[in-house]
């Protein structure tokens, strides 16, 4: 997919198919994507959940949110500064984890070593089905992540830790969390 837009270094020019919100306090889905497709709200809308976060102080979770997410978002809804206002409210379970091991862990992994799930498919994959009008796939395939991404978070912040798999040790390593 990167090639498609000249490298890593244009990954906000790939655009958006959709985007998941979850709002844990109200168990609450958004959904986005372009042309309201599937009766989600207008991507241009979701700065509506930045605004709110902001404003009242809401963390922002995922997971490489601030390197992937938040810069793809901003440049698809023209928001320029979206990452240095709400810089102070990620928490990037990717970051926190690279800047403890030195070395990225996939989505998947953790899902995988800390609760025993998987994602519904790879990550290429979603925008391919997008692309191809399979729009149910590629959503279901967002709020997985979501929904991963937000029990791996919550493992993490009530055990204290999160397992990683790795293809050196034969049992999934335990490594200590504190977001």
Not at 51 to 78: C, M, S, T, V
Not at 109 to 128: D, R, Y
Request: charged share 25%; net charge negative; with cysteine.
């Amino acid at each position: 997919m990167a090639e498609e837009v000249g490298g890593g270094d244009n990954l906000t020019d790939l655009g958006i198919s959709c985007a998941v919100f979850y709002d844990s306090d109200f168990d609450k889905y958004d959904f986005f994507s372009e042309n309201g497709i599937l009766g989600m709200k207008e991507i241009s809308e979701c700065s509506s959940v930045f605004e709110w976060a902001i404003n009242e102080n809401i963390p922002l979770l995922g997971h490489n949110i601030k390197n992937f997410d938040i810069p793809i978002i901003a440049n698809e809804i023209d928001y320029t500064n979206l990452r240095e206002d709400v810089d102070h409210l990620i928490i990037d379970t990717l970051d926190v984890l690279y800047n403890s091991l030195g070395f990225r862990v996939s989505l998947d992994n953790l899902a995988e070593n800390t609760l025993g799930l998987s994602k519904s498919m790879e990550g290429i994959e979603a925008p391919l089905k997008w692309r191809s009008g399979q729009y149910q796939e590629g959503l279901d395939y967002c709020k997985n992540d979501v929904d991963l991404g937000y029990s791996i978070f919550e493992h993490g912040r009530k055990e204290g830790y999160v397992k990683i798999g790795s293809k050196y040790d034969e049992e999934p390593r335990k490594v200590s969390v504190s977001w």
